[in-house]
């Protein structure tokens, strides 16, 4: 097939031509659909539902250790509970502090208690004269929100097929004492579908820090998000804790993770797990912030998830959902953009999105082509730091909220989009 790129202006005249009359009768449909954020669909939200019946006036209301969870207190969590999120977190319940219903609450509250009164013995971040954060790209727009929130100054870093090029931040993190932290999502990664190698686990845990209070901040938000049966083996991750204790850095790291997107979002539970020495610095920075959070919520999604077992089977349901919506998107960019050269994505095996590059210059053009034909996306930009993506290249595609046909109509707009902003950038030259 010739690209794009190879064909004569006679010819993509021609193509524009037909497009621009598709474009029209899409629009002329007048359709409303959402492609915006990586949500649940309704039918993986009922799949939770018999969790808001375990607790009623006639359940015991007590945890395992007697604790009377309609009460105050257990500030770190319930032990059940600790022991549940530990599974999620590759750690042990005692490194485990059990929050309410946001890891990306935990996650501004840790940036917080550093900002404000240090961590490890060293400075508050607020009292040096600049902060810096290694941020790979196409990342997560929430977390770059965070440290944008701090004035904290990003540094893009691009992302490979295993994980963020970690010559660049080898580099950056030993040539800097204000580079303080890294935001990593390292199973299935916010956009682009990526699980993290040993090897690059590894040589953060053990790569030279100009600054001794360096941070991981390790957003575990996908850990038993697997599409496919054979996901959990296949794409098994190294744990950031145990990378660390071997190279002898033990308190590098933060892990966060939630049932945001495993029960209801909003009204899940999340937690946090670090180093013995970490946990109780954060510990005591919280008690005068909280006497504890929703023992009620913690105990019910105990007695509905159970375990880890219990977890990985309603995962499997999850899974059964959203997994031919992601075959559909992966089918309907294949069928109309392959060998066109103006296209790539990703093929992701868990998690919640494609990652998609456009024709560079033409991100913006695609996404707003789309908005005016009714199909709503994530802004381009979003998957970079201060939503400037310097190549205008990155699209996030999220397949999971819309029902199958609304996906599969969807998708027809975002392909046609695509096509359309492509040619208009070409016959621009």
Same mark, same amino acid.
């Given at each position: ?25 899409? &629009? ?5 659909? /959402? ?13 939770? $539902? +018999? ?24 500030? @770190?969590?319930?032990?059940?509970? &600790? ?11 005692? /490194? ?5 219903? *946001? ?25 040096? +004269?600049?902060?810096?954060? !290694? ?8 977390? =770059?929100?965070?440290?944008?929130? #701090? ?23 030993? *040539?800097?004492? *204000? ?9 299935? *990664? ?7 190698? @040993? ?54 790291? =933060? &892990? ?19 180093? %013995? ?16 959070? @929703? &023992? ?25 959902? !959203?997994?031919?919506? #992601? ?9 109309? $953009? ?8 990703? /093929?992701?095996?868990?998690?919640? #999105? ?30 970079? %730091?201060?939503?400037?993506? +310097? ?5 996030? !595609?999220? +397949? ?13 707009? #975002? ?10 950038? $070409?016959?621009?030259?």
């Amino acid at each position: 097939m010739t690209t794009y790129h190879e064909m004569p202006r006679a010819e993509l005249e021609g193509i524009k031509a037909r497009l621009d009359e598709e474009y029209a009768a899409i &629009k002329a449909k007048g359709l409303a659909l /959402n492609m915006a954020r990586g949500k649940p669909s309704s039918a993986q939200l009922d799949l939770s $539902l +018999p969790l808001l019946d375990i607790l009623d006036s006639k359940a015991d209301l007590h945890a395992a250790d007697g604790t009377d969870c309609r009460n105050y207190g257990v500030v @770190d969590g319930l032990p059940e509970a &600790k022991a549940l999120m530990a599974t999620l977190l590759d750690d042990t319940p005692e /490194n485990v502090i059990v929050f309410g219903n *946001s890891s990306l609450s935990i996650m501004y509250d840790t940036v917080m208690r550093c900002w404000t009164f240090g961590t490890g013995g060293h400075a508050p971040w607020c009292t040096l +004269p600049a902060v810096k954060w !290694i941020c790979p790209v196409p990342g997560y727009d929430r977390h =770059f929100g965070v440290t944008e929130a #701090f004035g904290i100054e990003m540094i893009p870093v691009a992302m490979n097929d295993d994980g963020p090029d970690m010559d660049e931040v080898e580099r950056l993190a030993a *040539s800097d004492a *204000s580079v303080k932290g890294i935001w990593c999502v390292p199973k299935y *990664s916010n956009p682009g579908g990526v699980t993290y190698s @040993d090897e690059v686990v590894r040589r953060l845990a053990s790569m030279e820090c100009a600054a001794e209070d360096f941070r991981i901040f390790w957003d575990n938000a996908y850990c038993v998000h697997h599409l496919f049966d054979d996901a959990a083996q296949q794409d098994a991750l190294l744990d950031i804790g145990v990378a660390c204790q071997e190279a002898g850095t033990p308190d590098r790291y =933060f &892990k966060f993770a939630s049932t945001s997107k495993i029960t209801f979002p909003g009204a899940g539970i999340a937690a946090f797990a670090a180093s %013995p020495a970490n946990v109780a610095e954060t510990k005591r920075l919280m008690g005068p912030q909280t006497i504890g959070h @929703d &023992k009620l919520n913690q105990l019910r999604h105990v007695r509905f998830l159970k375990d880890a077992e219990g977890i990985a089977a309603h995962m499997r349901a999850h899974a059964a959902i !959203i997994r031919p919506k #992601f075959e559909l998107v992966a089918r309907k960019l294949s069928e109309g $953009l392959a060998g066109t050269g103006i296209g790539s994505w990703s /093929n992701p095996r868990g998690g919640y #999105f494609v990652s998609f590059d456009a024709l560079e210059g033409t991100a913006s053009r695609t996404v707003t082509l789309a908005k005016e034909a009714g199909v709503v996306m994530t802004g381009a930009g979003a998957t970079w %730091p201060y939503k400037r993506d +310097p190549h205008d290249s990155n699209i996030r !595609i999220a +397949p999971t909220l819309p029902p199958l046909e609304e996906l599969d109509e969807a998708m027809d707009v #975002f392909v046609c989009c695509v096509k359309l902003a492509a040619v208009e950038k $070409l016959l621009e030259a």
